[in-house]
């Protein structure tokens, strides 16, 4: 960040980081910090498996569907936030991963239960899309994406994959 001076003799800051911030820019610089983005203390242990993701192929504009297991591991109640975060394909230049869903789960000991998340590519954060600047829109590329599953934005338990293709005759 750096302040400057506009043409019109108004204060301006220049933000050069772009997209790179919080956990976006540790993970982009290969830093783990002693608390990632998500990180919570629990009197308890939790496991994540079995993540599955449909479809496997996706034209982009339908809702992604990503399910797993969460259970208690430990010996006493608790609650743990499963946290799901995407990759994008490389060419679109995005930070490594994005935050695009969560849940809050209450489990006892020994308990497992199967979480749902609908990752809606029509939802107002555009988890599947980056702003294209020539054309003013949000568009979805083409490409394998990535889907993690952990507790925190340093902690993934299980990653998945799908990928977009553009129907013939269609663009984005």
Do not use: C
Not at 25 to 45: D, K, V
Not at 112 to 130: F, R
Request: charged share 15%; no cysteine; aromatic share 10%.
């Amino acid at each position: 960040m750096t302040a400057g001076v506009s043409v019109d003799g108004i204060p301006t800051t220049n933000y050069s980081e772009g997209l790179q911030t919080g956990y976006r820019w540790y993970q982009a610089q290969g830093i783990e910090p002693l608390f990632p983005f998500g990180f919570g203390l629990s009197y308890t242990t939790f496991s994540i498996s079995k993540l599955e993701v449909t479809p496997k192929v996706s034209d982009g504009k339908h809702a992604i569907l990503v399910q797993f297991f969460v259970q208690n591991t430990g010996s006493t109640p608790g609650a743990e936030v499963p946290q799901v975060y995407m990759g994008l394909p490389p060419a679109t230049g995005e930070p490594p991963t994005r935050l695009v869903a969560f849940n809050k789960v209450k489990l006892n000991p020994g308990e497992k239960t199967k979480v749902q998340v609908l990752i809606d590519p029509a939802a107002t954060n555009h988890p599947l899309a980056t702003w294209d600047t020539e054309s003013q829109n949000w568009t979805v590329a083409q490409g394998d994406y990535r889907v993690y599953v952990g507790n925190s934005s340093a902690d993934v338990a299980a990653a998945d994959s799908f990928t977009v293709r553009t129907p013939a005759g269609q663009g984005h």
